[in-house]
């Protein structure tokens, strides 16, 4: 058993919110096809004071700055191959020295790995069906995997998969690299996004080792609520839960609009229901965690 899995089976663990959006709020332009990962580059220190906002909130697992980052997207803004390495090995190092003297529990690192429709920003990682083929789904995957995984993350959180066969692929790709992985969907009305039903997303986890913990993340609350006891039945493994606010993005405005119905009072039910890494995504940022983190504390899992 890896160190990270000892530690979800102590209790559940608090993530952290929305990376993005903390950066966005502290007067970042994220508008580029890098989005955060740009930053990784341009402006270090402030991914490094979004990991250490998100830690004084209560969480005790960051999620690093690599969500959008790969060598082909590095290419394009003129970084070469070596230095695409050393910026993704980077996502890990930020987030690991907002951990550094911290008081109190230990403090985790996740790198960041999403979805080949992130890296295109065309919002196709809420499609999947890119019209790849396994085999170059996984050499665009399972290089950057190498990087991410020797640069000494806790944990690789395979993030918002929109489609079960990435999911292989992704499985695939993670096979002998040595670190523990967090497999999360993205979800709607009980469907992958690219509507396979979620039990049959959930299962691919049962039989792999890597996997520590199933679940769902970058989708509306109440898919949450759904999705938190299936993936425990399904997978018999720890979940991850990690909803937006609940507001809708409306593409045509560029904007958020609708009302945020994440809140933190759903936390006791996904424990419940057998969630052990809870936490928020787009538009939760540290006053939700800090909210998460309470309810995580109330509910016997420590202090927030």
């Given at each position: ?37 740009r930053?990784l ?97 996984e ?15 806790d ?84 979940v991850?839960v ?63």
């Amino acid at each position: 058993m890896s160190e990270f899995a000892a530690a979800l089976a102590d209790g559940p663990l608090v993530l952290d919110g929305g990376l993005s959006d903390r950066l966005e709020a502290d007067g970042y332009d994220l508008s580029d096809a890098l989005w955060s990962a740009r930053l990784l580059a341009d402006a270090p220190e402030a991914v490094l004071a979004a990991h250490r906002a998100y830690f004084a909130a209560g969480a005790r697992v960051a999620i690093g700055a690599s969500y959008q980052a790969s060598f082909a997207g590095f290419a394009r803004h003129g970084v070469d191959r070596a230095g695409a390495a050393r910026l993704l090995a980077r996502s890990v190092e930020l987030a690991r020295e907002a951990a550094r003297g911290l008081p109190g529990p230990r403090r985790w690192v996740a790198a960041s790995v999403g979805p080949y429709g992130a890296v295109l920003a065309d919002g196709s990682e809420y499609r999947g069906r890119y019209g790849l083929s396994p085999a170059a789904l996984e050499a665009f995957h399972r290089p950057r995997l190498e990087v991410l995984a020797a640069a000494g993350a806790d944990v690789l959180a395979l993030e918002t998969v929109p489609d079960v066969e990435e999911a292989r692929v992704l499985l695939r790709a993670v096979r002998g690299l040595g670190v523990p992985v967090w497999l999360s969907f993205a979800a709607a009305g009980g469907l992958t996004r690219a509507g396979q039903p979620l039990a049959e997303a959930f299962a691919l986890a049962a039989g792999a080792d890597e996997v520590v913990a199933v679940g769902v993340n970058c989708c509306a609350p109440a898919d949450a609520d759904r999705a938190v006891g299936l993936a425990a039945r399904v997978s018999g493994k720890p979940v991850v839960v990690y909803p937006n606010s609940g507001e809708g993005w409306d593409a045509a405005a560029g904007a958020w609009c609708g009302e945020p119905s994440f809140t933190a009072d759903r936390v006791a039910g996904w424990l419940a229901d057998g969630a052990r890494l809870v936490g928020g995504c787009c538009r939760v940022g540290p006053d939700g965690i800090r909210a998460v983190a309470a309810e995580v504390a109330a509910a016997g899992g420590g202090t927030p």
